[in-house]
């Protein structure tokens, strides 16, 4: 199933799901970790937030779900302020994936851990059948459903995980660093399955430290630092500005190093991924290019299968 | 960066350089002692003196406060439900049904709370400002074999780890919509299920790998070990030792030659 | 040269969960040869047996984990059979994925250290060498503090610096990037290639980030369900891009790059990393 990246089909900010006005948190008596974040993430928007380690991006999205509350400031999902509103209501609409998902497993089946979440919420037994089916299909755990998760290899665990969510069928999804541990295939996997769901209009927050990923796929890159947002706009901008990226401990790209680098060539240095590179490039050198010899189907981090 | 509370502080003061040795042979003759006692005053007395003992040692005042924070739930426990699973005799102070307050009651819930803190200082006094390595080499010295002296170490140095486990996947678990310590005590008990059955497994995980990591570092090699973290009993050592059987034998002598002690007040 | 590790025939299967479950073999049937000094890549799918085969070259499999074993190990010129994972621990070193579970000393010092008090080396050489290797990893500044308080970076160095204090002349690294934020990333590539500098370490690293792998590894091994699928010098597999999409490897960015620009214009270029490629186009643009 090939799709076009997200990003070409980002929806206009109709109205915004999650916001955060002038946010404060602090652990027990510590210093704050979020210091006045204001952040505004309209529905079916692809986002993506980076930052140093300890600039606070995951106590943030701990706020969207409601697992940690403002010390200060506001934080709203779909228009309504968290304040009062207990996690289960807030799971309905927020669905997240934490750093080590696989450790939340439990269940003496697949089939039973992924019903886990859609019984919560209290769906009807032939909804969560349906949906149970549907995310075994999906990531490929049919074979394994009757299995208990537990003893199952990494790479199956971290796939149990990511059904678990898809089984729940969020509108907004926060995930916290997916990425890690990931092989080749999973990366691809993940990000096929969150970009068709960024296309049926789902709102996704993406933390993560893979540049070269961001690149590709967000439509919004916001940068924290120090608990604030030092950055945000579409990921070209944030590339643009290496003082930046050295304050917040990000590195680029190699593509894009690689287009700042030939700037004195003629580059502009925008370049997020390898085809925008080549597309430039070549229009650049005006060497004409040999016909039908169009991109070959390559796995590399932040790669988008083509049509 | 976790949240991980260290119980061992290094600090450089007389409580901290003695010998582990001395340090376990005066926890353990307080420990007894706490259990010589059931007068308040007794045991409340051997609570300051825990307390002073730390603070002299440059224990800092919020580690002792973190320790009652968290002692305190126990401690209200044991006072609101302890009077009237064994009332005393006397009068009544007030009445449930058929469950009775008495003051008698009252003074014995307070003897038992102020024991169960007092026990809690005064193995502070030993985590608090023990080496864990120097804590193992004592244990050595003392005649266990060292696998059994790390275990120990071990298990205190991953509390706070498989604490943090059962925090990060009790949110994991609530942020799949399900609902935790709510309702009636059954329910908020089977509530945790998830999260212990999940906490249990990755822990089991955690020291398989753990296990792999000790031999792979060379746990059981076929030679003597030797260690940086020697410990040699001195002179202050022999003087805490004396002072602290000394203090141990008077309060025998009182308890038992002078039969003080034995009822709450 | 004797080869540093000797792989032959080598199939393993893990013990069956019941009795009547199936047990498959996770290594398949692997010949291999490294030789001293060399520095070997394995990479592959996330099951394709690279964890395993670390603790197979270690000897924690199967003394520790159980299981069947068939053909030999020969590391450091001891076979594994014969020799229990303790013992090798003064030959072979391992580096494990996850901090959390090989850091549990109360200090960085203490963790350095504890290796070499279980080889029972006197105090005054156990001191010497945890002096060395914390100034080598640059860990002066923290050599009091907890190792699980850390930073990922500090941490796989803390972990490098306990491991390398043994001197073994095999070093295993399972993920050594596993995990680790950009400045972790670098943190560790720069120890990396300090260790590389210095020569005198067989190393071998399963590394599924191949931007580790194109800076470091001389030999490059391709897993694919036990068995090895490809062979040789990275820039040479790196360039097979159909082929190693289909085994679930990630190829360095710039060789896509190289790889797209070579096919659409048919030009040759071949680089693995940025400078590399900064050098070619900038030639090439004229």
Known sequence: MWVKRAKHWRCTLADAILQAVDLWFWYGEGTPVVRGVNLTIGRGEFVVLVGANGSGKTTLIKHFNGLLRPRRGQVRVAGQDTAGRSMGELARQVGYLFQRPEQQIFSPTVQQELAFGPRNLGLPPAEIKARVEAALTRFRLTAVAGQPPAILSYGLRRRVTLASLAAMDPPVLVLDEPTVGLDARGLEETFGWLAGLHIQGRTIVLVTHDMTLAAAHAGRVVVLGQGQVISDGPPAQVFRQNDLLARAALTMPPVTALAQALRSHGMSGDSLTVEAFCDEYIALTEITEIPGRGPARGMERGHEPAL | ?265 | ?286
């Open chain 3, 1 to 286: 040269m004797t080869d540093a590790i000797l792989l032959e025939g080598l199939r393993f299967a893990y013990p069956p969960l019941a009795p009547d479950a199936p047990a498959p073999w996770i290594i398949d049937g692997l010949d291999l040869r490294v030789r001293a000094g060399e520095w070997l890549a394995v990479m592959g799918a996330s099951d394709a047996g690279k964890t395993t085969l670390c603790l197979l070259m270690a000897g924690l499999a199967p003394h520790l984990t159980g299981g069947q074993m068939e053909g030999r190990i020969v590391v450091a010129g001891r076979d594994t059979r014969d020799h229990t994972p303790q013992i090798l621990a003064g030959a072979v070193g391992l580096l494990f994925q996850e901090a959390e579970a090989q850091l549990f000393n109360p200090t960085v010092e203490a963790e350095v250290a504890w290796g070499l008090e279980n080889l029972g080396l006197p105090v005054a050489e156990i001191r010497a060498r945890a002096e060395e290797m914390l100034a080598l990893f640059r860990l002066e500044q923290v050599r009091q503090r907890a190792p699980a308080e850390l930073s990922g970076g500090e941490q796989k160095r803390v972990a490098l610096a306990s491991v390398l204090a043994m001197r073994p002349q095999v070093l295993i690294l399972d993920e050594p990037m596993g995990g680790l934020d950009p400045a972790g990333r670098s943190e560790v590539l720069a120890a990396l290639s300090d260790l590389r500098q210095d020569g005198s370490t067989t190393i071998v690293m399963t590394e599924s980030d191949p931007e580790a792998v194109a800076a470091f590894a001389d030999r490059l091994l391709v897993l694919d369900e036990g068995q090895v699928a490809m062979e040789g010098s990275p820039r040479d597999l790196f360039y097979q891009t159909e082929r190693l999409a289909g085994l679930g490897v990630a190829i360095p960015q710039m060789v896509r790059l190289a790889d797209l620009l070579n096919r659409r214009l048919g030009t040759a270029f071949c680089f693995l990393n940025v400078g590399q490629a900064g050098e070619a186009l900038a030639v090439h643009l004229g």
């Open chain 2, 1 to 265: 960066m976790s949240q991980r509370f260290d119980f061992y502080l290094p600090r450089d003061s007389w409580l901290h350089r003695l010998d582990p040795r001395a340090k376990l042979w005066a926890v353990l003759l307080a420990g007894v002692a706490c259990f010589l006692f059931r007068n308040i005053a007794m045991l409340a007395g051997l609570l300051v003196a825990a307390h002073l003992v730390l603070l002299s040692a440059q224990v800092p005042p919020d580690r002792l406060r973190w320790l009652w924070v968290r002692l305190l739930p126990l401690l209200v426990m044991i006072l609101v439900l302890q009077p009237f699973f064994a009332p005393g005799p006397g009068p009544d102070l007030l009445r449930l049904g058929p469950l009775r307050l008495t003051v008698a009651g009252l003074l014995d819930a307070m003897s038992y709370a102020l024991r169960a803190a007092t026990l809690t200082f005064v193995a502070a006094v030993l985590l608090l400002t023990t080496d864990p390595n120097r804590l193992v080499q004592g244990l050595v010295k003392l005649g266990l074999p060292y696998t059994w002296g790390l275990t120990v170490g071990l298990a205190i140095r991953y509390l706070p780890t498989a604490y943090g486990l059962f925090v990060s996947i009790g949110e994991a678990q609530q942020a799949r919509g399900w609902i935790v310590g709510q309702g009636s005590f059954v329910a908020r008990a089977r509530s945790y299920v998830p999260i212990l059955v999940a906490t249990i497994i990755a822990s089991l995980r955690l020291s398989d790998s753990l296990g792999m990591a000790l031999a792979a570092r060379g746990l059981g090699y076929p030679v003597r070990r030797t260690t940086l973290y020697e410990v040699r009993f001195g002179a202050a050592d022999w003087v805490a030792v004396a002072a602290v059987s000394l203090a141990f034998a008077g309060l025998v002598i009182v308890r038992y030659g002078l039969g003080f002690g034995a009822a709450p007040w």
